[in-house]
């Protein structure tokens, strides 16, 4: 039987992730063209990539690259991916008022909306953060599963006052992401990382998580920092060795969470 769950959540920020760390991004065309690439070449890689190894997974889309790329939203979902909300423009909820934070959520979730038809459950905070007031309005807007703490390696269902709320969570670490080994643009003396040292590591954690009973890997991808020729090439080998495991499956956040109780 397998029961161990496999998760890539994938975030197609493109531009959005730069013009979210500060607004004079927008008059940096060479830094900008890193979101770029993941539209014009790096999205298409990696679905194939995905699509030889029968991998279904979970895009984080923020809102403006949806209404700015319409048509990578739906192929992603066409693909039979999950399109999944990442906020409108890549703002964190810290960042803002009660105001700004509901409706940054409110057109983000909308905006999908319009392009598939299909009104996103699945919601991650940019740079995984929240306020007090996320979660009531996560619940407001019919989310019901988040992808944003820590505190976990297996999935839970948030509870409040001792009352089970209608929200999953599926939890993240830093470690399993790859901005932080391959993130670069913008950020002198930023050292990338070779991509067979992080394979190796994200090699180990996944050893240790298949053992403990319960838990989960979630990996956190980029487009834009992951698919490029030879992280792809590492990514292939990485799913190669997921499936030599027989208790793993790949899943999505959403299929993930219609099983937690």
Known sequence: MKNFPVVFGIDLDAESSW???SPENAGKPVLLSHGTYEIREGLKSLLDVLDRHDVRSTFFIPGLIAHRHPEAVTEIFRRGHEVASHGYNHLSPPLLDAGQERKELASGIETLEKIT???????????WEITARTID???????SV???FHDSTRPYRHVRNGVPLPLVELPVEWHLADAPFFLYGGMPGRQIWPPLTVEEMWKEDFRGLYEREGSYFRLALH???????????????????IKEHPNAYFTRCDELAATIA
């Open 19 to 21: 013009l979210g760390k």
């Open 117 to 127: 038809g299909r009104r996103p459950v699945t919601w991650q905070a940019p740079s």
């Open 137 to 143: 309005y996560l619940i407001d807007e019919g989310v």
């Open 146 to 148: 988040s992808s944003n």
């Open 223 to 241: 487009v834009q920092l992951i698919a490029h020729p030879g992280r792809l090439r590492m990514l292939e080998r990485f799913i190669q060795f």
